[in-house]
């Protein structure tokens, strides 16, 4: 059963469901609104004969009473003082007996309905004569028999009307979400998620829905968009990561070949494998290090000095392969510069910025520099070294990428990558700056740290 037809039926029935209780009052209030006059009028006549009475126990005196249609008997117990008219006797109620003035609806020997009153008459504080004074009601039954089938034809001939303008109501108000159901069909056979569902209605309940469907259409196409970059860029990873792995297994697998045919050991050959089984090695912790970072695994972070942290790399690098000049321009209030940072992968960072400077730089000098900038600290490194091509510099932090010739030197090209990543982890930035035969210079922002003091903790 569609919606549309359930709202129908559920407006025609509440509508009927009135319309029935509206006939019901009705008929009973007609009806109690008849009888409480007739009871009226037979309790005021009653009276004035009792208060007659015996002087009004007569005929002609008992019918100017009341109307032709309103019938008067004074009776005892077991026989009947007079009547008004010749209209028959009617029992004598138990209650009326016991003393108690009674309403009580009657027939006749002829079937006829009448309202009786019986009013007792107490003589020595002893009920002994009654007053009956009743008066037909086939008036009120004709009334009520005939509008019987006239509220149920009206009921009937209401319940299809209703019906039939509850369906086209229905239809008007589902229209907007018929409109949502087909713009999602649409999507679904279109795999189209740029499509939006148009509504130009108010902001009730169904335009809350239309925008609520539109927003989350808005959030669908940015997440699958997110998804085929980030597939785009595991299908990159995978095929830079075979091509980087298969260079090196190729140069130890040819080694492993001329040592088997020479019989002996080569120590060149021995060395190009240890080479390329370190670099090797190197490349897959870096492979590690960047699937860590898609996985979004974040180490914790500590409050760590800075200036000891960065001597510390820089006394490391020396040991790294260079020929240039190695400067170190790091003044003293870096010591005192505190960051919320992870000791381990700021020294990754740093080595790898510093690697990468004496790979680029075949002659000059290599100078790491450490200032205050904004609300942080800057740490650059800065060489006279080959530089960057204009087109190469805005992907040079790319994964796997090397441009020629800048970043043609053997290496990974994760290296930058992971030192980018580093510096988001830590809240900060790495930027680069280049010009083709002057040199590059990479500038890591972190923000400094500044724990809250006692007076704000309190």
Not at 205 to 226: A, C, I, K
Request: glycine content about 8%; proline content about 6%.
């Amino acid at each position: 059963m569609s919606l549309r037809l359930r709202l129908a039926l559920l407006y025609s029935a509440q509508m009927t469901a009135a319309l029935l209780l509206f006939s019901f009052l009705l008929y009973y209030v007609m009806h109690w609104s008849y009888i409480s006059e007739v009871d009226a009028t037979l309790k005021s006549v009653a009276w004035r004969v009792a208060e007659g009475a015996p002087l009004t126990w007569s005929i002609p005196s008992l019918r100017s009473l009341a109307d032709r249609s309103t019938f008067i008997m004074v009776r005892a117990e077991d026989y009947i003082v007079t009547q008004s008219s010749d209209f028959g006797s009617f029992p004598l109620p138990a209650r009326a007996a016991a003393g108690e003035p009674t309403f009580t609806t009657e027939r006749d020997v002829n079937g006829e309905p009448y309202r009786l009153f019986s009013l007792p008459i107490y003589v020595n504080d002893q009920p002994r004569f009654w007053v009956q004074v009743a008066q037909p009601t086939r008036l009120l039954e004709r009334v009520l028999a005939n509008l019987r089938p006239l509220l149920s034809v009206a009921t009937a001939a209401f319940a299809v009307v209703t019906g039939a303008f509850s369906w086209l109501l229905a239809g008007r108000a589902l229209k907007p979400i018929t409109k949502v159901a087909q713009a999602a069909e649409a999507i679904g056979e279109s795999a189209d998620l740029s499509l939006r569902v148009p509504y130009k209605g108010p902001g009730d309940e169904v335009g809350s829905l239309v925008h609520t469907f539109n927003g989350m259409l808005d959030q669908l196409q940015e997440l699958y968009g997110r998804l085929a970059a980030a597939v785009d860029a595991q299908k990159r990873f995978v095929a830079d990561a075979s091509h980087e792995l298969r260079t090196p297994l190729t140069i130890i697998r040819g080694n492993i070949d001329y040592l088997e045919r020479a019989g002996s050991l080569d120590p060149e050959a021995l060395a190009d494998m240890k080479s390329e089984a370190a670099r090797m090695s190197q490349l897959l912790e870096e492979m590690l290090a960047m699937a860590r970072a898609d996985a979004g695994q974040e180490p914790e972070l500590e409050p760590l000095a800075l200036g000891p942290l960065v001597r510390e790399v820089c006394d490391r690098a020396k040991a790294l392969p260079h020929n240039v000049e190695f400067r170190r321009e790091l003044p003293e209030a870096l010591d005192r510069v505190m960051v919320l940072g992870h000791a381990e992968w700021l020294r990754r960072a740093l080595l790898i910025l510093l690697d990468n400077a004496f790979k680029y730089t075949p002659s000059g000098t290599v100078t790491v520099r450490a200032g205050r900038q904004g609300d942080g600290v800057v740490l650059q490194v800065i060489d006279t070294g080959r530089g960057i091509a204009p087109e190469d510099l805005p992907r040079v932090f790319d994964r796997f990428y090397r441009a020629d010739p800048a970043r043609s030197g053997g290496g990974s090209g994760l290296g930058l990558a992971i030192a980018s990543w580093v510096a988001g982890l830590h809240g900060g930035r790495l930027t680069a700056e280049s010009k083709v035969g002057e040199g590059s210079t990479f500038s890591l922002w972190l923000p400094i740290y500044r724990p809250a003091s006692p007076s704000a903790n309190s």
